[in-house]
């Protein structure tokens, strides 16, 4: 059983900064790319950053600049470091394996975390 658990969401005010973590546990043999998402409220969720297993980066342009994404391989956890944050800042930040192993030869399959709120006031 494979769990993604996200944590360092909250209320923050403009200008300021959050860092989310994401702790992949169970039986997780290969992970490719680890990335986070966002949900605001009423819209569809959307791709915020992409990590790939040598540290290759990519970003939504909406937050280029104030978000870096890192990952620890050897631990399992995916970060997503937010400053300069913003009110349209504001959703559920999801963590997603899109690719995953759960042993070796097994199938390749996606995981989403639960999500944690992030909350930026003007």
């Known amino acids: 059983q494979v769990r993604l658990v996200e944590s360092g969401g909250g209320l923050v005010q403009a200008g300021g900064s959050l860092r989310l973590s994401c702790a992949v546990s169970?039986?997780?043999?290969?992970?490719?790319?680890m990335e986070w998402y966002r949900q605001i409220s009423g819209k569809q969720r959307e791709l915020v950053a992409t990590?790939?297993?040598?540290?290759?980066?990519n970003y939504a342009d909406s937050v280029k600049g104030r978000f870096t994404i890192s990952r620890d391989n050897a631990a399992d956890m995916v970060y997503l470091q937010m400053n300069s944050l913003k009110p349209e800042d504001t959703a559920v930040y999801y963590c997603?394996?899109?690719?995953?192993?759960?042993?070796?030869?097994?199938?390749?399959?996606?995981?989403w975390g639960q999500g944690t709120q992030v909350t930026v006031s003007s």
């Open positions: 997603h394996l899109p690719r995953a192993q759960t042993r070796s030869w097994g199938p390749w399959a996606e995981y």
């Open positions: 169970g039986s997780i043999f290969s992970i490719n790319e």
């Open positions: 990590i790939t297993v040598g540290g290759s980066a």
